[in-house]
């Protein structure tokens, strides 16, 4: 069997962080690696992703999902390989997405598991073709719906979610403005993802930086960062504009939020604002991964990742994500392929 | 002809109001009764309404509609008995629906006019026949969609469009809560419309009101008001909530308006929040004059009309409406029916 005397290390939750969480929030457990009761796998961990939304279940007040508790593992979802197996579907060796947790190790129900197929790269089953890329989709075509002449701007432009968001709405025949921190990340937003243009959202005037990219007004908005940014787009929103309210990172790590925007316009605009978690929509991941792997393949749908080694490294990584450290799609390689 | 010599009397905009209007904001001039043109017909008003809507128009900058200039006639619907036409479709003493503005007379060209039809009062045009009871309509069916079990709240309860609005939400088979200002209103939301709860929104605590009201939390929402009955119904909605935003009348005479909330929630509960204009949608205030005069006519839709008498009232109606010091729907009297 698999862990025999073998050790396995885990992030655990030490203490719930005030503002930007710190790796001396977390600490690191071991225990001997589990046997799989009947139905379960153990996969020793190749991926971590690492997402903006675990600010919240760091929070003592549950938002949508259960919050980590002190002393429990921190969650995250994982590619794996599979070293022992009591599911009939998995042999030692197949790599898996839909194990979780900031761990070497990962026991997971058989029926939770999906093989990454050959002749992808595993790491993209958790970025590009994994819940950043089908929550880009969801958002994309469920809720903004972009046609073709109308404007549409992506905040978050080179994130996981925010570069897959904005080249549907590219492939859809809209004009497609980045709004991202940085000279760098704006140059790759533009010249790599083939966005019309993108704004840094660092510049002395945010508001007039985008009101010369998008000048008919904005037809759609992909928000997840909210604050600053939220205020200079909805202020430029046309009529029947349609937001996408996929997250809005700029405040996880807020105590208490600041007020928003005045409401007002979205009566005299007749506005959408529809807010959506793709785990609500779990069709949505299969659908994308048929569609899009295709395009991974061909080149023709363009990621970019970030990639920390050491699981060691998962806690600054977080920290880093919600300061908009990262550069495309962050990842912890915790244990190396044995390709 | 019609107007030979005869003097009509129009409410024009004399300055912008700052905060309330007043009724120093506004005065009556005189001109002779125009005769109709081509396509057109002269009606005698009967009926004005009155509807919050148009302070927005008294605002310099433009909202979704053309502002009001100083000079103009003030805007409004109208039904009117015709005295003149020079449109086939309509004869003298025809009573129609269409005509505009704060006037004795009114010369508007055939296409806009429709007839109200014999058997349901004609000033039920301008209200639950009319243009509010249509966004009700659209509001409760395209936007909340309330299902059976489901908790509604319907803010500004007792008005044109609330009171149409929790009826349908009733009819639908959800648990409706309106919100309204003041015991009586309250009372007669509850007793004569049939709502399962009503919240006084002058409430020492009003969250907690609601709260007692919706125990199970609230699935939808009808927004007319704003303000702080907008942030105490936000703070309660469920996962999936649905809010249709057709008005925030509580701020409609402010210079600033307020911050609003923080649009967090947005995401993490999945919440759809969709502005709409009725005007957006003419077809459906077609649809609706067919489907709710039989309910008015059998008495199972109810409505009630808040009446002023004579033109020159017009404007401390509007400002009255604004205050929520109406009981119903807002009219003025302009002329009397021959009938």
């Known amino acids: 069997m698999s862990g025999n005397n073998q050790l396995r290390q885990s992030v655990v939750l030490k203490r719930r962080p005030s503002g930007e969480p710190s790796p001396g929030d977390f600490e690191i457990v071991q225990d001997l690696i589990p046997e799989p009761k009947a139905g379960e796998v153990v996969t020793r961990t190749l991926w971590l992703s690492i997402d903006p939304y675990m600010r919240g279940r760091l929070r003592e007040e549950q938002t949508y999902a259960v919050a980590i508790q002190i002393g429990e593992v921190m969650t995250g979802e994982t590619v794996g390989e599979v070293i022992a197996s009591a599911d009939p579907r998995f042999a030692v060796g197949d790599v898996v997405v839909g194990s979780r947790g900031w761990q070497t190790h990962s026991v997971t129900p058989g029926d939770r598991l ?7 790269p595993s790491s993209t089953y958790l970025g590009v073709l994994g819940m950043p890329g089908a ?22 432009a080179s994130g996981a979610v925010g570069s897959v968001a904005g080249q549907l709405a590219k492939r859809a025949g809209a004009r497609v403005v980045g709004v991202a921190g940085g000279a760098e990340k704006c140059l790759w937003v533009q010249d790599n993802l083939g966005f019309d243009d993108c704004v840094d959202h660092r510049s002395i005037d945010l508001a007039f930086e985008l009101k010369t990219a998008c000048p008919d007004g904005i037809d759609g908005y992909f928000e997840n960062v909210g604050g600053a940014v939220q205020a200079a787009v909805f202020d430029q929103l046309n009529r029947h504009a349609r937001v996408a309210m996929c997250g809005m990172v700029s405040q996880y790590n807020e105590d208490v939020f600041p007020p928003g925007p005045n409401l007002g316009f979205v009566v ?14 779990p069709a949505r991941l299969t659908e994308w991964r048929e569609m899009a792997a295709p395009w991974v393949a061909d080149g023709s749908l363009i990621y970019r990742e970030d990639i920390h080694e050491g699981l060691e490294q998962a806690p600054a990584a977080l920290a880093g994500i919600l300061g908009g450290q990262n550069f495309g799609k962050l990842l912890v390689r915790v244990g190396h392929d044995k390709g």
Chains 1, 2 share one sequence.
Do not use: H, N, W
């Not at 999906?114 to 002749?119: L, S, T």
């Not at 969801?138 to 701007?153: D, F, L, M, N, Y």
């Not at 005299?268 to 929509?281: M, N, P, T, Y």
């Open 114 to 120: 999906v093989k990454v197929p050959a002749g992808v």
């Open 135 to 156: 929550t880009a989709y969801a958002g994309v075509t469920e809720i903004i719906k972009p046609r073709k002449g109308q404007t549409i701007v992506i905040s978050a």
């Open 268 to 281: 005299g605009k007749a506005v959408l604002i529809q807010g959506f978690i793709v785990s609500d929509r």
